[in-house]
Structure formats: structure tokens, C-alpha cells
């Protein structure tokens, strides 16, 4: 726990180091226009921390890692040689890493490239030299690989998973002068601000059942006889979780959601267009942007289902082990049931998130500032939930693990 505080505390320290060459007052004050709010810019900042808005070292973030990640579990679905690496133990999952990084290093100085492009579009940059262009993209590269190596150093010696600490600091960083525009709104709009926690509260365990929620398929093992001992012969279960794919589906959804308006930022005779027909604040059209988003994630949380839970596989290792499901036979039947029980449940966890996602849009219609400040994003609060919850199971393993009772009881 001590490793994992005093990483999180270099971690922050390195997105407040300034990068060379760029004016970050310029660069700030640009991205706290009107245009900017509900682009993908912005996504990408809350995700940062305010890094990103600041330009400083960190500002790419854990963004460059989270994309290699996925994209090379996507190929691992569609490349035979890569599924084999997964499958092949220790040393495979050690190659599968170092692609990994490779890809990071990759698209970090893709990332980079475009980012130096976008501020010197908006004259951030001091001077645009070759020389000072190599220098700010090879920081940007260099924090962005930090990042990774930090995540990393986190799931090697300290609690939880790295990339969601990393996720959800940078998130609750951007939080307190949300919290400090709360207490000065308090005085001046009681009823809505209480109105506005009070929902939050209630998404907040809302999220926290379904977080939890499971759906358990009953499971049986035959009794064999192992020369003089009997195995087998228990009941057990199948868990299922509700939000089998986490907060993926809703990160893959505001990818593509908020394209149009950060192609308004690019391109400027694209603006009151898209504004007009593809805004979540659009007041006539803005319903367009919500069904767009709602569709997007359900459709993304069968496609992330389908190839992280591959039901055939499970129903070959019950078969193996001499499980079945009551009421199936082993094999086909045993993954057909599976499959249909993933899709209802794939169903429900989608909705929910859906809803999620959409009802602050919803709420900022009122036009009420408390819902603006407290309503800051389903993916926000689904990140911060999840990890909370996950690293305070770690914690208790590990302390179940050593036998110590510790503050927990």
C-alpha cells in the first residue's frame, strides 16, 4: 500500500512538469472555450487528470496504453499465433507484454505527432522549429511511456490493477474544484444542489449493485475414484457478472460519439453543422447525440462480450473436469445454454449502462447548474466505483492471505 501511495504521488507530480517550448496559459485558455466541451479533447483531459489541458509531461496519459492493450487483445481473437502465445503460460503472456509496449511506443508517438499539430494550430507552441517539434514530441512519448512502466510497477509490487489506479486518481484529481463550485452553489441554490446529490447518491449505489451483481449457473462434478481416493461429487456454481465488460463498452462509445466534434475543432467549416445536428447540448437535436450513444454501447457490450467470454471453452473445460450444467449435456448444448444466458445478461448490464451514460446529458437540459457540477459523467463515476470496489477486495485477500485482521474488522 505504502508502494502504491508513493507512485501515485510521483505520478502526479509528473503531470504538473512543464514540457518545453509550448505556452500551456495559451493552450489552456483555448481548451476552456465553448468549442471544446463535448469532444473527444475533453474526454481525453478527464481522463488525464487536466493534464492534458495543461500540456504538461503526463498529458497522454494512460490513454496510448489502454488502446495497445485492447487492439492486441482484439488481434489475439483474429491471429492464431498471438491466441497461442496466450494460451502457451508465463512466457507467452511475457511476449503478449512486450507487444504490448511496443504498440504504446507506437501509437505515444503518434499521439504526440498530433498533439504538437493541434497546438500549433491554435499557437501554443513558443516556436516551431524541427528542432523544438523532435523535443516536445519525444517528452510526450517519454511521459507516456513513464505512464505505462509506472501501471506496471503498480500490478508488480503494489495493490490493485495499474492502469484503473491510474484512472481513477487522475479522475478524482479533476474533482476538487468541482466539489469547491458545489459549497459556493449551496448558498445560492439549496433545493437543486441536495436534489443533484441525492441522485448521485443513488446512481452511485445503483452502480455498486450491479457492480456486484451475478448470475449463477448451478454446476456439477461426477465422483471418480483416483486409486484409493474419491473425487468430485460437489455442487458448485458458474458466476457470471452483470457488467461482464466493465466500463469498456461506454469508453468505445464516447470514441466514436465525440469524433464529429472534435472534427469541429480540426476543421472549423464543420462547426455549426455538427453543432447543430450532433451536440448533446443542441437544443433541438441533441436527442440525436443520446439515441446515437445509447445504441453504440449496447451494441459494443456484445461485441466486448463476445470475444473476452468465450463460452465454448468453458463448456470444454466443465467437460473435462467432468462438470455439467443441470439439465444440459456436456458440449454443445452446455455452450449453446451459456451463450443464451450471456446474451440476456449482456442485455441487462447494456441497458444500465446506457442509461448510465445518457443521464447526465438528460439532466443538463434542465439547464440547472447543480446537475451540470454534480453529474460529471457516467464513465467517470463507473471508473471510480469499479476501482474502489476491486481494490478494497484486493485488500481484504491480502489480508485474509497473512492472517491479519487488521482496520477491516
Excluded at 153 to 169: A, H, M, P, T
Excluded at 248 to 269: E, G, K, Y
Excluded at 370 to 390: H, K, P, Q, Y
Amino acid at each position: 500500500m505504502l508502494f502504491t501511495l508513493l507512485i501515485i504521488v510521483l505520478f502526479r507530480i509528473g503531470s504538473a512538469v512543464p514540457v518545453p517550448f509550448i505556452d500551456s496559459q495559451v493552450w489552456q485558455d483555448w481548451f476552456n472555450n465553448e468549442t471544446v466541451k463535448g469532444s473527444f479533447l475533453e474526454y481525453f483531459n478527464m481522463l488525464s487528470g487536466d493534464a492534458f489541458s495543461k500540456a504538461t509531461l503526463f498529458s497522454l496519459g494512460v490513454n496510448p496504453y489502454i488502446t495497445a492493450s485492447i487492439v492486441v487483445q482484439l488481434l489475439t481473437v483474429a491471429i492464431p499465433a498471438l491466441e497461442k502465445l496466450q494460451k502457451s503460460g508465463p512466457e507467452g503472456q511475457e511476449k503478449i507484454s512486450r507487444i504490448v509496449r511496443y504498440t504504446t511506443l507506437g501509437l505515444s508517438i503518434l499521439t504526440s505527432y498530433g498533439y504538437y499539430l493541434t497546438m500549433k494550430n491554435y499557437s501554443a507552441i513558443v516556436s516551431t522549429g524541427v528542432f523544438e517539434m523532435f523535443v516536445i514530441i519525444i517528452a510526450y512519448t517519454a511521459g507516456s511511456c513513464m505512464v505505462m512502466w509506472i501501471a506496471e510497477k503498480i500490478d508488480e509490487k503494489g495493490i490493485g490493477n495499474g492502469i484503473s489506479i491510474l484512472l481513477f486518481v487522475n479522475i478524482t484529481a479533476g474533482l476538487t474544484i468541482r466539489l469547491l463550485e458545489i459549497f459556493l452553489l449551496i448558498r445560492e441554490e439549496t433545493i437543486p444542489v441536495i436534489a443533484a446529490v441525492v441522485m448521485m447518491l443513488a446512481i452511485i449505489t445503483a452502480i455498486v449493485f450491479f457492480s456486484e451483481s451475478e448470475r449463477r449457473l448451478p454446476v456439477q462434478y461426477a465422483k471418480r475414484v483416483v486409486g484409493r481416493k474419491m473425487y468430485g461429487g460437489m455442487n458448485t456454481n458458474l458466476p457470471i457478472k452483470v457488467l461482464l465488460g466493465g466500463v469498456m463498452p461506454i469508453i468505445f462509445a464516447n470514441a466514436i460519439t465525440t469524433v464529429p466534434q472534435t472534427l469541429a475543432i480540426i476543421i472549423p467549416s464543420w462547426r455549426n453543422t455538427i453543432e447543430k445536428y450532433f451536440t448533446p447540448s443542441s437544443p433541438s437535436w441533441g436527442w440525436l447525440y443520446v439515441l446515437v450513444n445509447f445504441v453504440l454501447i449496447i451494441a459494443f457490450a456484445y461485441f466486448y462480450n463476445s470475444i473476452s467470454f468465450n463460452t465454448i471453452e468453458i463448456a470444454n473445460n466443465l467437460k473435462k473436469n467432468g462438470g455439467t450444467i443441470l439439465g444440459y449435456r456436456p458440449g454443445k448444448p452446455t455452450a449453446d445454454y451459456i451463450q443464451k444466458v450471456v446474451n440476456r445478461i449482456t442485455l441487462i448490464g447494456s441497458l444500465f449502462l446506457s442509461f448510465v451514460a445518457i443521464f447526465p446529458i438528460l439532466m443538463s437540459w434542465t439547464g440547472e447548474m447543480a446537475f451540470r457540477l454534480l453529474i460529471f459523467g457516467g464513465t467517470s463515476i463507473i471508473i471510480i466505483v469499479g476501482v474502489a470496489l476491486e481494490t478494497t477486495r484486493t485488500i481484504e485477500s491480502e489480508i485474509t492471505m497473512r492472517h491479519y485482521k487488521g482496520f477491516l474488522e
